[in-house]
């Protein structure tokens, strides 16, 4: 079986949810069957190279629009490929129009991350090619159920079906000096420690989380692409919260199993429903930390349980949220429970092999 996946970015380079969730799932899939990534090259050039298994394609890119790459030969590029099954990640007008036009009668499968929210202007004008796209494709995969009544694939539940992201838990287990280097962070904080690891994104509520900070007794970490900006050091500096916050910028994959055990308490103060699932609360949870996050619509809801494997507040508020991460800060106790719980539930429901062969399964379906 030959399969491709698409979508507008790949890690590396890009180290966002969904590239870092396609580096898991194609790598893992890359043990059984043959798989190739269909991304832009974010220049004129075509590159092509073979990363753990995976074949990964990068068309040339002529400018983005709207957040779209515009890559005229990428249809081309799959027509070549000739694949059993093509994996579409939305939304990426690019992949959607790529399928359409270079899959012929290609079977496909898609899985829906988010919403069309920031771009929803242009809706009107796409919505023909998104009625025929949900009309061919094979299965909708989801990461949660409660984000099927919200998308724009509603109409179609009969194709809809839930895979939850899952992780590579042996991943998260400290290699080499890396305890060294977390009792050395431990001993730099002094006191307890919160930690958000993501990409700072208008919805991720990081100005939510800094104005909490003004009442929360301890220190905080964020890290992930874009939280050096200076925009958000200014912000701290202006709530005077600057002495006990600290900014990593983007990480690697040592760096971020460093943090998340180093840190007491992991947060997701997240304002809407841009945010889907939320992949670093099971991160988090992988290493046995309780975790603070907001109550949306979405998926992330059913990840973090409230009371069982940390605290579950309302998006947007500030002394809610400083409430439950004081909660946390100040209880031994409660961290160990909730952190144990955490990789309980991440092992049971949440691992990249339950993920994987749920994802072979439909793909099996689909071509029967």
Not at 47 to 68: F, K, M
Not at 344 to 352: D, H, L, S
Request: some cysteine; glycine content about 6%; aromatic content about 8%.
């Amino acid at each position: 079986m030959k399969v491709v996946h698409i979508f507008k970015d790949c890690y590396p380079p890009t180290t966002g949810g969904i590239e870092q969730h396609m580096h898991v799932l194609c790598r893992r899939l890359a043990q059984s069957i043959d798989v190739a990534i269909l991304a832009p090259s974010s220049s004129i050039r075509r590159r092509e190279e073979r990363l753990e298994g995976v074949q990964i394609i990068r068309v040339p890119e002529y400018g983005r629009y709207a957040s779209t790459p515009v890559c005229p030969s990428a249809p081309f590029e799959l027509h070549r490929l000739r694949p059993d099954l093509v994996h579409l990640h939305f939304p990426n007008p690019m992949g959607d129009i790529t399928q359409l036009l270079g899959g012929h009668n290609i079977p496909f499968v898609l899985t829906y991350h988010a919403d069309i929210i920031k771009q929803k202007f242009f809706l009107p004008v796409y919505r023909p090619i998104l009625n025929l796209l949900f009309k061919k494709v094979r299965k909708v995969i989801f990461s949660a159920r409660e984000n099927i009544s919200s998308s724009l694939a509603n109409s179609y539940r009969d194709k809809c079906v839930v895979i939850p992201f899952g992780v590579e838990i042996e991943e998260f287990q400290l290699q080499d000096q890396e305890e060294a280097e977390v009792k050395e962070l431990r001993d730099q904080w002094r006191r307890p420690t919160a930690v958000f690891v993501g990409a700072a994104r208008y919805y991720k509520g990081l100005d939510v989380l800094l104005q909490a900070m003004i009442k929360v007794d301890g220190r905080l970490v964020i890290a992930g692409r874009g939280t050096q900006d200076a925009s958000l050091k200014k912000t701290a500096a202006a709530l005077g919260v600057q002495d006990r916050v600290q900014f990593f910028g983007e990480i690697t994959q040592s760096r971020l199993r460093i943090l998340l055990h180093a840190a007491d308490v992991f947060v997701l103060p997240s304002i809407d429903r841009c945010e889907t699932f939320g992949i670093g609360q099971l991160e988090a949870m992988a290493c046995s930390k309780p975790v603070v996050s907001t109550d949306l619509p979405t998926g992330v809801r059913c990840v973090n349980r409230h009371g069982i494997t940390g605290l579950v507040v309302p998006p947007g508020e500030p002394g809610a949220l400083a409430d439950a991460l004081n909660n946390l800060l100040s209880s031994t106790r409660l961290r160990t429970e909730f952190g144990e719980a955490g990789r309980r539930r991440v092992e049971q429901e949440f691992g990249a092999d339950q993920m994987v062969s749920k994802t072979l399964e439909v793909y099996r379906e689909v071509l029967r």
